[in-house]
Each structure stands twice: as C-alpha cells, then as structure tokens.
C-alpha cells in the first residue's frame, strides 16, 4: 500500500465498483474507503447504469467480462447520458482487455489486470482524482466567472450609491462564501470635494462582526494604496483588493474575511470581481461628478442670464419685464405645438435674449416719449443683428441665435433683418415673433395705452399668414382660451405691472 494513504481527502471522491464477482466488489470497497474514498459497490451492470444515471459518481471502476453484459457495453451505455465519469477497466489477463481503439472510442482512463495488489490500481484511482479535481477547480472558476459577468450589470442599473455599495457586499459574498465583508469609499483620495454633496466623503458598509468598520476601512484603504499595483493584499484571514478608476487611482477598499485558506482560483475571482465593480462604481462616481459640475455651470448660466436680461430691461422701464413674459408666452405656444421639453427650454432662453441687442441703441431713442422718426427705427431695426454679434461668440448661446436674429421677420417676407419668409424662418423665431407682438400689444407704453387681450388677439388674426405663421397664433389663441394663462403671468410677473386684461 502507499504511504499517503491517511493523506488523502476525507469522501472528496466517491467511487462506484462494478463486477459480478461479490468478493471483488467488496474487497475494492474496502480497500478504497480506508484511502478515504466514499466507494459503493453494484454486481448487476444494468443496476449499476442506473446508480450512475440517478446518483453522483467521480470514478467507475468495472470488471470487462461480466453477465448479462460486459463492461464495454456497460460504458457505451453510460456515456450516452455522462461524459464527465472517469472509468478504469478491470481484466482477469492482459490479453482479454478490449482493443485499444475501443478504450479510446468510449473515453475509458485506462484499465487495471487484477491482481492480489492494488498498488497500480491505486496509482490509477489517484491520477483520476487529481484530474477531476482540476476539473472542479476550472469548473468552479468558469461558474464564478460566468455568475460576476451576470452579477455586474445589476450593479450598472442601481442608482443609488448606498444601494449599490450594498448590493455589492452581498453578491461577493454570494461568489466566494466568505463570511464578512466591508466596503470603505473615500473620495478624498480623488480630491473630489464636490461628491461630498451627493453625500460621499467617505461610507463604509459591514457584514459581519468588524469592531470598528470605518477603522477597518481606513486601514485597508491605506494598505492598498502603499502598493499601486497590487490586485490583492492579504493579511492573515484578510483578503482587500482595492476599487480603481478607469484611470487607476483607487478611491476605495473591498475587504473579507476569509474561511481558512482560500483557493487560489477564488483570490482570482475576487480580484476579478473588485476591479468590475471598481468600474461600475467609478463611472457613477464620474456621472455624478459631472452632474454636480453641470447643476454648478448651469446655475452660473442662469445667473448670467438674469443679469443680462436685467440690463436689457435696466434700458428702458417702460418694456421692463417684455423679455420674461415673452418668454413665458413662447414656453406656452411650443407646449401647445407638443415640442419636446429641450426645444420648450431652448424657446425659454431664447425669449429672455431676444432683444439683448437693443443694449447698443442709444437711451434716446429708447425712451424716447413719442413716435419714432424714420432715422431712428432704422437704429432700432438693427438690434436683431447686434444680439446675433453679442451672443455668437458664446457657445452656450448659438442654439437661440435665430430666435434672436429672425424674431422680426414677417411670415410674407415683409420684415427684418433678412426678409425671410414662411418656413425658411426658423420655427422658434415665428414662435417668439408672436409672443413678443402679443406682449407689446398688451403692455402700456408712453406713446399709447395697451390693448385688452381681445383686441390683441383679433390683432394676432389679422396678421395671419403675413406677419405671422396661422399655425402659431392658433395655438396661441388656443392656449389664451383654454387656460389660466393671464392669471399665471401676474403671479409669475407681480413687480411688472403687466396692464393685461384677462377674457
């Protein structure tokens, strides 16, 4: 017998002996049992293909001559539903083994001449086991490999950071069946201030018995960082691999407690696991940095808006506020027309800025108490243009340009500054030229009092298809009727002194 016999895993493999021969099937019993296999034993080949087909068997070893059928036809019969049983053959002699060709066909490991020693029996029995158990271990591997590319896209549609540092927790220890885990994010190592908004300065999330999770966290943290290019750092039962960006500075720490010696296949498959969902978590981490700088450029755009807009009014106090009722009107008619939300934006700036080039007309003219003289409309007539001049080099601004531009063209070709007509005037222009007539009309001015909304409107009517595009001031006309819209405006615009006269 071996000398490592008592070494051997305790029922790691299980056995199943054929042969008609009782005596035989119960001395490879035991013999194999105190080798510390798990090994039943059949005499009846049909009874054994349906152990192997109902049961779980690693290793087969079977007797060639046997009734009602020999051991090649119980393997053929085998391997029409097992593919993975190792299966040793047993001859009385040598030359009543079956042909090579045919141990080959049926995929048999190899075959044993008995004997009164099992010394190459056991050698075989071995070399088996240490093939399965590479088998087991690239198995393993595979499925761990299969269940994290099926795990990770889950990680990609949770949106909230917590959730998504839970979630993680869980499915790594559903990978590795390690008992702890703990999840320690600091942002600080980005130097990302603004992610403390969105509320990452720093989170940890346990499971298990840690003592002090955000001293676990840290310590770990720091381990992996003194070393870049580690893909684990283990500390007795501690395994931490690191959280990197696409980049490679690592912004947080996976750390488990391991159950013993962990294979080194399960190592790989966390390591694996650790830098996909270093990924996942630094694209949000990404996204919502980038959502923080947005909100901040938007809100400096806004503010930027609202002052040039109050320099606009700042020009004249009897058209204070025209820029943000137009405004408010266009909104109303490119809803009314079923425009995507973006366009409606686009139709709300566009309206606060239309008349941004007036700043270059002289406060003369402006304010001047009565009608105009030919001269001056000419200056007035050119501040489309120098709107278009003031906005063109901002990049922010180049998708209201033509609103700014062609907001005083005529349906019929009759306006400024390019006499365009129908639609090859841009369809936000005709939008804002009809919110900002109705507004002028309704609104009081030092030369003339304003009109009522009836009066507008018919107004509006009559410049159906020559100053305006019919289908615009319908759905103008739609809104003024079917709304609030008027009530709206004086809550929306108290401080202007709108003089509208509701329906």
Known sequence: MRKNKASSPDKEFSILTLDDDKIMTLTLQSYFQALGFHVDMENNPYAAIEKIREGHYDILLLDF??????????????????????????????????????????????????????????????????????????????????????????????????????????????????????????????????????????????????????????????????????????????????????????????????????????????????????????????????????????????????????????????????????????????????????????????????????IGVPDAILRKPSRLTDEEYCVIKRHPERGKQLLASLSSFRDILPMVEYHHEWYNGNGYPKGLSGNDIPEMARIISVADAFDAMTSKRTYRDSLSVDQAVSELKKGKNTQFDSMIVDAFIGVIHSSDLFSHAKDLFPEQGTNIQEV
């Open 65 to 358: 001559l046997m009734n009602p059928i020999n051991g090649d036809e119980v393997v053929r019969q085998v391997r029409k539903f097992n593919k993975d049983l190792f299966i040793i053959l047993l001859t009385g002699h040598k030359s009543m083994a079956p042909p090579l060709k045919t141990i080959r066909e049926l995929d048999i490991q190899g075959y044993y001449e008995k004997s009164d020693r099992f010394d190459q029996l056991e050698l075989l029995v071995e070399s088996c086991a240490k093939s399965i158990r590479q088998m087991r271990i690239i198995r393993g591997y595979r499925d761990g490999l299969r269940s994290i590319l099926e795990k990770i896209p889950v990680l990609s549609r949770i949106s909230n950071m917590e959730s998504l540092l839970v979630r993680t927790i869980a499915q790594i220890r559903e990978v590795t069946q390690w008992p702890e885990g703990l999840i320690y994010v600091d942002v600080t190592a980005l130097g990302a201030d603004k992610l403390k908004k969105i509320g990452l300065s720093g989170r940890f999330f346990g499971w298990g018995a840690f003592e002090d999770q955000e001293a676990e966290g840290i310590r770990a943290f720091e381990k992996v960082r003194k070393d870049p290019d580690a893909l684990i750092v283990r500390e007795g039962e501690l395994c931490m691999a690191p959280l990197r960006m696409e980049s490679g500075t690592a912004f947080g720490v996976l750390l488990m407690r391991t159950s013993g010696e962990p294979p080194q296949e399960m190592l790989q498959l966390f390591s694996v696991y650790a830098k996909q969902v270093g990924a996942v978590m630094g694209n949000r981490i990404y996204q919502e940095l980038l959502k923080v700088q947005n909100d901040e450029l938007n809100q400096a755009y806004m503010e930027t808006i609202d002052l040039i807009r109050k320099m606009v009014d700042a020009k004249d106090d009897y058209t204070r506020g025209h820029s943000d009722r137009v405004s408010f009107y266009g909104v109303n008619i490119a809803r009314a027309l079923g425009r995507t939300e973006e366009y409606v934006e686009r139709v709300r700036i566009g309206g606060l800025f239309h008349d941004i080039g007036k």
